[in-house]
């Protein structure tokens, strides 16, 4: 490879790549992180809600007309 293309050298380059990985790994911690909180958040909302249909009674003013 000619001298112009090395940009700046082996040096250069491997401070390149440590930097472009630790942007990658940075990423991938910030969307882990976020995920946890949404899945963490839904299940809190599914906790919650869950126990309220249990304890939940159907009540309308109309009796209920059932014909088999």
Not at 18 to 43: C, F, G, P, S, V
């Amino acid at each position: 490879m000619p001298k112009s293309r090395l940009r700046g050298g082996k040096k250069a380059h491997r401070k390149r790549v440590e930097k472009r990985n630790q942007n990658t790994k940075t990423q991938q911690k910030r969307i882990q992180k976020l995920w946890e909180e949404e899945i963490m958040k839904r299940m809190e909302e599914l906790s919650t809600s869950s126990g309220q249909t249990e304890n939940e009674e159907i009540t309308t003013g109309q009796p209920l007309d059932i014909k088999l």
